[in-house]
Each structure stands twice: as structure tokens, then as C-alpha cells.
T-cell receptor, first 114, second 109 residues
Framework: IAGITQAPTSQILAAGRRMTLRCTQD?????MYWYRQDLGLGLRLIHY???????GKGEVPDGYSVSRANTDDFPLTLASAVPSQTSVYFC?????????????FGEGSRLTVL | GQNIDQPTEMTATEGAIVQINCTYQ??????LFWYQQHAGEAPTFLSY??LDGLEEKGRFSSFLSRSKGYSYLLLKELQMKDSASYLC??????????WGAGTKLIIKP
């Protein structure tokens, strides 16, 4: 089934550890996004990529980094995890950043930092 | 700053109609989206409005008034499976999506 795959689904992590959340899409979408979702808040954009080879900072980029080496993959790395990064992380994609198309979301990665 | 406001929670009865409102203040406007999110799942696309008026899609309709910075999602013939959170999002002048916190809709038999 075409779509977006995220891994891991859930992870408990000690503070200070490095963690990479993986995201792969097979729809050949140009744009990809990483959001975090916290109770009582709207989805907040961490980083985005409008096309392979380019990335940009979203609303809450501090403590996170991304890369976009090819069209399909968009990993999110926490260099040194802190408890405030406990959240549900969603990867999403769209055909383009400025078209009317919808966002397609992965199933989410629930991260707990202790 | 940019802001999307929608009610935190609403309750409705199975078979009835419910309207979920969304007001926005953003830097520019390039479309408004509604997404549905069941608990523990990913958001899924419901509707898109870029021009004023009503867009109808089955039991769901979405309305937009750009001059008022206002939209609503109308759900008819409510079913138990409609229990979910409904997220309003506006695409700003930089084509970034600004999201509301979501409205949790509880359907009672």
C-alpha cells in the first residue's frame, strides 16, 4: 500500500541520547514535513523540505536536524534528547509545497524522553 | 502573530448535525484545510477551501468566509465513527500550514 512509513512506532529514550526517526514515502512527493503534536496544541512544524536536496526550518526547529538526500527519505534526528522533546512526531508529504494538494501523514512515532 | 481558534470539545447525538467553527488570523491566506484525526491515529484530509462559499462532500461540508477569517465544518447524520478530533489549518503567505489545536467531537447514542 502506497503511503508514508515511519519508524519506530514508539520509543523510550534516556535524556542525552541521540535518536533518529525514520520516514519514507513511495508517492514521489516533492515536499516532506516533520511535525510534533502535543496535547492542547496544534501540530507544530519542526523542519520541512520542498524538494530533494533542500531543507528549511519550521516553527520549532531547535534540537532537531533533518536531511533530504533523495525524494523518498526524510529522517529527523535529535542530537541530544531532552524531556521537552517527549511528543508524538508525524512525518507528512505533499506533491508540492504550494499546490492545493493535501498532506499525507505517517502513523506517527511516539517518543518519550526520560 | 498567527492564530487559529476552534472549540476544544463538542458533544453531539448520533443522527444529528454538528457545526465546528474555526476562526483564523494569519499572514496571508492560501487556503484552509480540515482534517480528521481519530485517537492514536494520523490526521486524514477532509476538505479544502480557497474561495468563499460552501464545499460539500457527502455528509461533510465546509464553508469559508475570507473577509471574516472564518470557516466551519458541518457534519450531518452523525455516526459513532465520527467521534474524533477535527483540525483546522490555514496555509499562509509562505505556503506554510498553521494548525489549530483541534476540536474533540464526542458522539453520544
Amino acid at each position: 500500500i502506497a503511503g508514508i512509513t515511519q519508524a519506530p512506532t514508539s520509543q523510550i529514550l534516556a535524556a542525552g541520547r541521540r535518536m533518529t526517526l525514520r520516514c519514507t514515502q513511495d508517492m514521489r512527493h516533492n515536499a516532506m514535513y516533520w511535525y510534533r503534536q502535543d496535547l492542547g496544541l496544534g501540530l507544530r512544524l519542526i523542519h520541512y523540505s520542498n524538494t530533494a536536496g533542500t531543507t528549511g526550518k519550521g516553527e520549532v526547529p531547535d534540537g532537531y536536524s533533518v536531511s533530504r538526500a533523495n525524494t523518498d527519505d526524510f529522517p529527523l534526528t535529535l542530537a541530544s534528547a531532552v524531556p521537552s522533546q517527549t511528543s508524538v512526531y508525524f512525518c507528512a508529504s505533499s506533491e508540492g509545497a504550494d499546490n492545493t494538494g493535501e498532506l499525507f501523514f505517517g502513523e506517527g512515532s511516539r517518543l518519550t524522553v526520560l | 502573530g498567527q492564530n487559529i481558534d476552534q472549540p476544544t470539545e463538542m458533544t453531539a447525538t448520533e443522527g444529528a448535525i454538528v457545526q465546528i467553527n474555526c476562526t483564523y488570523q494569519t499572514s496571508g491566506f492560501n487556503g484552509l484545510f480540515w482534517y480528521q484525526q481519530h485517537a492514536g491515529e494520523a490526521p486524514t484530509f477532509l476538505s479544502y477551501n480557497v474561495l468563499d462559499g460552501l464545499e460539500e462532500k457527502g455528509r461533510f461540508s465546509s464553508f469559508l468566509s475570507r473577509s471574516k477569517g472564518y470557516s466551519y465544518l458541518l457534519l450531518k447524520e452523525l455516526q459513532m465513527k465520527d467521534s474524533a478530533s477535527y483540525l483546522c489549518a490555514v496555509r499562509d503567505s509562505n505556503y506554510q500550514l498553521i494548525w489549530g489545536a483541534g476540536t474533540k467531537l464526542i458522539i453520544k447514542p
